[in-house]
């Protein structure tokens, strides 16, 4: 069965300070991964996907992912964070006409 | 391009009750699904429409039902509303349902409290 991880549930950082949070997932067949953010009162909003080619994927704002097939991981990093990225970020495996979403990670950045 | 719209954004209903959300897809996206969010978890699967019909279902029994119209808006019904069907519902649109690849472009949700 598919399904993804997220263990940090909550994450409390300083600005300019470095993000990384950590995303696995079970499936053993061809993975399609995707990080979506959801800041506060909004929707939730494609931040980078994972297909196929370099695992190192770039998204908007700064931020990358990097897809270790042999960790069953895709985990998010930014190497300094702003207090414009409090928010809550879902990690998302692709199924057959569906995602499987993480529990999610909330982010608070400290000015 | 337009994104995608729901209503309404807020309601309150009582167990028992029946409640109708709807959703409008993201300009030229011809494919609909709806995710259940309770309050601290991630979203979860409640079904896709294409092409009018439904195409794929998650672990939601059936008095959660759907519709998808011509225009490929989208509506969700419950019935027989319970407590724990209180949750933010999320609408999300994308082009062409039968490729694996496609991205999910999500609308702000209609948050459903049932009393």
């Known amino acids: 069965a598919q399904s993804v991880s997220q263990h940090n549930h909550h994450v409390i950082l300083s600005e300019a300070a470095s993000l990384e949070l950590g995303c696995n997932y079970s499936y053993g067949g061809t993975v399609n991964l995707f990080w979506y953010v959801q800041y506060p009162g909004q929707h939730l909003q494609l931040l980078l996907k994972y297909f196929s080619g370099d695992p190192l994927v770039k998204g908007i704002k700064g931020f990358e992912a990097e897809f270790i097939k042999s960790k069953f991981s895709f985990n998010l990093r930014k190497p300094s964070v702003q207090w414009s990225d409090t928010a809550e970020y879902f990690c998302?495996?692709?199924?057959?006409?569906?995602?499987?979403f993480g529990t999610g990670t909330r982010l608070t950045v400290i000015p | 391009e337009t994104g995608v719209t729901q209503s309404p954004t807020h309601l309150i209903k009582t167990r028992g009750q029946q409640v109708t959300l709807r959703c409008s897809s993201q300009s030229g996206h011809n494919t609909v699904s709806w995710y259940q969010q309770a309050l601290g978890q991630g979203p979860q699967f409640i079904f896709q429409?294409?092409?009018?019909?439904?195409?794929g279902r998650g672990n939601f029994p059936p008095r959660f039902s759907g519709l998808q119209f011509p225009n490929y808006s989208s509506e969700l019904n419950v019935n027989a509303l319970e407590l724990d069907d209180s949750a933010l519902y999320l609408c999300a649109s994308s082009l062409d349902g039968t490729s694996g690849a496609n991205v999910l472009t999500f609308g702000a949700g209609s948050r459903l409290t049932v009393l």
């Open positions: 429409y294409y092409r009018e019909e439904e195409n």
């Open positions: 998302a495996l692709r199924g057959a006409n569906n995602l499987f």
